[in-house]
């Protein structure tokens, strides 16, 4: 069955510190896909990024980075110079196929607080 | 545009009531989600809707009802409810199954 670890229940930082949230995934499929989601306090879920299993490449898109490695099966995400915004709970999401369809299977999420 | 619209933004209800959440997309996706989240936990997936049909349904209880009008809307009807069932109703869209999925704001939901 899929499943989704981040070991990570909080983290702390100061402003302007780097952060690396961790996701380690299992899954027996050959494809398949992958997800970063933030959520800030108010609720709504923001999508940041998705990989397919065969793109092994890293990829940045700002202060945020990913590095997806399938020999460890692990997701990881930076972000460089956090900022106060950055203060969220930001989930992992692996896809299993259902039904014909797809589902997300979430990580319990790691709540990141970023203080001035 | 990336929207998901989901009204009420709040909803109190008591055990014998029935109400409705909506969720409105216009962005020409063809899956529809919703998603029971509590406090400190991941969205737990209800039902998808793929192409306008019914295609994942997570055992959810019959006092949960979902319809898909068209493709662009997505009800959920609720009757009689438990105190259990206050949460954050998160509705998302995606263009096909697989891609990712883009999240309304949500309903909280309180049930007295």
């Known amino acids: 069955a899929q499943k989704v670890t981040q070991a990570q229940t909080e983290i702390s930082v100061v402003e302007k510190e780097d952060v690396t949230l961790d996701c380690v995934y299992e899954?027996?499929?050959?494809?398949?896909?992958l997800f970063w989601y933030k959520q800030p306090p108010s609720g709504e879920l923001v999508f940041l990024i998705r990989?397919?299993?065969?793109?092994?490449q890293n990829e940045i898109s700002g202060r945020y980075s990913w590095n997806f490695q399938k020999s460890t099966s692990s997701f990881n995400f930076t972000i460089t110079a956090s900022q106060v915004v950055d203060s969220a709970v930001y989930f992992c999401?692996?896809?299993?196929?259902?039904?014909?369809?797809?589902?997300?299977?979430f990580g319990k999420g790691t709540k990141l607080t970023v203080n001035p | 545009d990336t929207e998901v619209t989901q009204t009420p933004k709040h909803l109190v209800m008591g055990m014998t009531n029935k109400k409705s959440l909506k969720c409105e997309q216009h962005?020409?996706?063809?899956?529809m989600y919703w998603y029971k989240q509590k406090a400190k936990k991941p969205p737990e997936l209800m039902f998808v809707?793929?192409?306008?049909?019914?295609?994942i349904n997570e055992s959810v209880p019959s006092r949960f009802s979902p319809e898909c009008p068209n493709s662009s809307l997505l009800n959920l009807h609720l009757h009689a409810l438990q105190p259990e069932d206050s949460a954050l109703y998160l509705c998302?869209?995606?263009?096909?199954?697989?891609?990712?999925?883009?999240f309304g704001p949500g309903t909280r939901l309180t049930v007295t």
């Open positions: 809707y793929s192409y306008e049909k019914l295609s």
């Open positions: 999401a692996l896809s299993q196929p259902q039904g014909g369809s797809e589902k997300l299977v």
């Open positions: 899954t027996r499929d050959t494809t398949y896909y």
């Open positions: 998302a869209s995606s263009p096909v199954p697989s891609y990712e999925q883009y």
């Open positions: 990989r397919n299993s065969f793109d092994e």
């Open positions: 962005m020409g996706h063809r899956a």
